[in-house]
Every structure is written in structure tokens, then in C-alpha cells.
């Protein structure tokens, strides 16, 4: 079965760092994209970052609004997909989820891609 579990969240004051994980199983990491989605409080759901399949060329895209601050990458090894987040903002607080794309090269912004989901992590940035 494909399964996607977010770990790494927490409470982290302005101008701090934090590093979510995203675990897979039940499918071959490398043939896959995978997104990293946010949805604030009394906000839709928001498109983070993603990487394209390590079988395609592995690109990365981010959002305008994390772009210098976030990195995604993936260790394939680990069956695991990261996403560093530094300079947080107060505005960064949300539940991150991570989802599996279905095509290879990977579209930050359209989430109607994505087939399977984590059930998130909350990140608190709070001073």
C-alpha cells in the first residue's frame, strides 16, 4: 500500500529553522514526484515545493513566497523526501502535507496531481 507520513514539525520562534521529513513506502520513490502543500487556518490549501521523479530530472519548483528560504530535496535510499525550512515567518504556520505526484516533472501549484496524501505536520512559527 503507498503511504506517505510527515514528521518534523513543531513550535519554532521567527527567523528559525526546521526540517519536515516525508517517509514513503508501498512504491519506488524514485519514479514519483513528490509535493509539499500547506493550508493555514481559515485558508485553502497552498502549493510549497515539489521534485520531479529522480527518473525524469529531478527538478525542484517552489512557491514565490518560500523561494531562498525553503530547500526540498530526497535521498532515495531513505525512501524519503525533505523540505529545509529557514528564515521562518509567522505566516509560514500551517499543517504541511506531502503528496505523491502523477506525473514526472512535478507542478507546485496543482494539487488535482497528486493521488496520495500524508495527514500532515504542524509547524507553529511564534515568538
Known amino acids: 500500500q503507498v503511504q506517505l507520513v510527515e514528521s518534523g514539525g513543531g513550535l519554532v520562534q521567527p527567523g528559525g529553522a526546521l526540517r519536515l521529513s516525508c517517509t514513503t513506502s508501498?512504491?519506488?520513490?524514485?519514479?514519483?514526484?513528490i509535493g509539499w502543500f500547506r493550508q493555514a487556518p481559515g485558508k485553502e490549501r497552498e502549493g510549497v515545493s515539489c521534485?520531479?521523479?529522480?527518473?525524469?530530472?529531478?527538478?525542484?519548483h517552489y512557491a514565490d513566497s518560500v523561494k531562498g528560504r525553503f530547500t526540498i530535496s530526497r535521498d532515495n535510499a531513505k525512501n524519503t523526501v525533505y523540505l529545509q525550512m529557514n528564515s521562518l515567518k509567522p505566516e509560514d504556520t500551517a499543517v504541511y502535507f506531502c503528496?505523491?505526484?502523477?506525473?514526472?516533472?512535478?507542478?507546485?501549484?496543482?494539487?488535482?496531481?497528486?493521488?496520495?496524501w500524508g495527514q500532515g505536520t504542524q509547524v507553529t512559527v511564534s515568538s
Open positions: 508501498g512504491f519506488f520513490l524514485d519514479a514519483y514526484p
Open positions: 503528496a505523491r505526484g502523477t506525473t514526472h516533472i512535478c507542478s507546485v501549484s496543482d494539487y488535482d496531481e497528486y493521488d496520495f
Open positions: 521534485v520531479s521523479s529522480s527518473t525524469s530530472t529531478g527538478s525542484t
